[in-house]
């Protein structure tokens, strides 16, 4: 049966489109139809290969290998960034180590870190005050932090369950204690109900020489930033655990987040005042400001008087620097209940008042009690002040002062 008119098959369609292109393609209409056609052909070849054997089977894939995340390759490469450092910081120690050793002629064996840093304040002396500043000599694992451990899988999954809020080590710490306060409420709860309205003797904790963790111990246990929000948050959370009646149950839990305090003087730490032959006790200190060094004695049992290298207070003429010496005095509530005695040598009035003031405070640690020594220390009595003149510097006209530039 014929088409109809206005119809062409499309077999013979392509028919003479190829019979048009057998002799080369000239014009566009020409190279269309050759690319089209070509087109044509390839998918036909392909469709007889697909169709030609329906019944062979498909080739097996491939068995499927694990995946490494993109984190986990992230954190493998600064792993073994990390590793390559340390070994490579870690050869240059024991070189060094070992020519301090052939420098001093020690040892091998009884060469200690301790030797390491006397050799090195002895070949390499520093006045840096700063103590980071000055040359020093340590393992690698000394002052470069530790390195925070891999926390989620090969596939990218995180271990902890707080891994997502950033700080999963401090929110755990929280949680932790929010547990002990709950489990120290619950013990409370059953004490009351079996008639012991409050804990048994002697089961106060003493925490008067401990302190929280401050911040810096709070990143350097958690590997985490933590902000000064976050570290109060800490503190109040274990205020409120210490506050319970019954807390002495999770004694350990407490003590693990409590330092010892920088300030703290134990009693063996502070000697007793020493007593003359009538019985008075009196307690000698040194005090250092400058140049000016002296030496306080401290009389107990007394009417408030003051000698100065067998002067009155009126030795210093500037009523600032009489101001300095009886600010320990005021602190420790001790006015017209101690003589002083001091002996200074060295120095402007400025520098040896800060002596005295020095010398006293230490000594009136023996008259007074712990409390007062904890203000003292926070008034800033009982530290040194290191602060001198600062040198001229060359080409300046005086030690921060610059010459006056002129343009002509």
């Not at 002495?248 to 003590?255: A, D, G, L």
């Not at 009136?364 to 002040?385: H, K, P, V």
């Amino acid at each position: 049966m014929a088409a109809p008119v206005g119809r062409i098959v499309v077999s013979e369609y392509l028919h003479f489109l190829t019979k048009i292109c057998e002799n080369g393609p000239t014009t566009r209409l020409q190279r269309s139809c050759r690319c089209f056609s070509t087109s044509r052909s390839k998918q036909k070849q392909a469709n007889e290969y697909q169709y030609s054997t329906p019944t062979e089977p498909r080739k097996k894939k491939n068995p499927r290998v694990e995946q490494i995340s993109r984190a986990m390759q992230v954190y493998l490469k600064k792993a073994q960034t990390r590793e390559t450092m340390m070994r490579e910081l870690t050869d240059e120690y024991n070189l060094g180590k070992r020519h301090l050793m052939n420098i001093m002629g020690v040892d091998r064996s009884s060469f200690s870190q301790r030797d390491v840093d006397a050799a090195l304040q002895y070949l390499l002396p520093s006045g840096i005050y700063e103590k980071k500043a000055r040359p020093f000599l340590k393992p690698p694992e000394a002052y470069i932090p530790a390195h925070k451990m891999v926390a989620f899988g090969m596939d990218g999954r995180p271990f902890h369950s707080l891994f997502y809020t950033r700080k999963p080590q401090y929110y755990q710490i929280m949680n932790d204690i929010l547990g002990k306060i709950d489990a120290v409420r619950k013990y409370e709860d059953e004490m009351i109900a079996k008639g012991h309205l409050e804990p048994p003797e002697g089961t106060s904790m003493d925490l008067k020489s401990t302190g929280w963790l401050d911040k810096k111990d709070l990143e350097k246990m958690t590997l985490e930033t933590i902000d000064e929000y976050d570290h109060n948050r800490f503190r109040l959370l274990l205020d409120s655990l210490v506050a319970r009646p019954y807390s002495y149950i999770v004694e350990q839990f407490i003590k693990k987040h409590r330092k010892l305090s920088a300030g703290f003087f134990k009693k063996h730490q502070v000697k007793p005042p020493e007593k003359d032959k009538e019985g008075r006790p009196y307690m000698t200190a040194k005090g250092f400001r400058k140049s000016a060094t002296c030496t306080v004695k401290v009389w107990g049992e007394g009417t408030g008087k003051v000698s100065i290298n067998e002067k009155d207070l009126l030795y210093f003429p500037s009523i600032q620097d009489r101001m300095q010496i009886m600010f320990p005095l005021q602190l420790a509530n001790k006015l017209g209940e101690v003589d002083i005695e001091a002996t200074v040598e060295g120095g402007g009035h400025s520098g040896q008042a800060g002596a005295i003031r020095l010398g006293l405070a230490r000594a009136l640690l023996s008259f007074t009690d712990e409390d007062t020594m904890e203000q003292m220390r926070l008034a800033g009595l009982l530290t040194r002040d290191v602060r001198r003149r600062e040198r001229k510097k060359p080409g300046q006209e005086g030690a921060r002062k610059k010459f006056t530039w002129k343009r002509r």
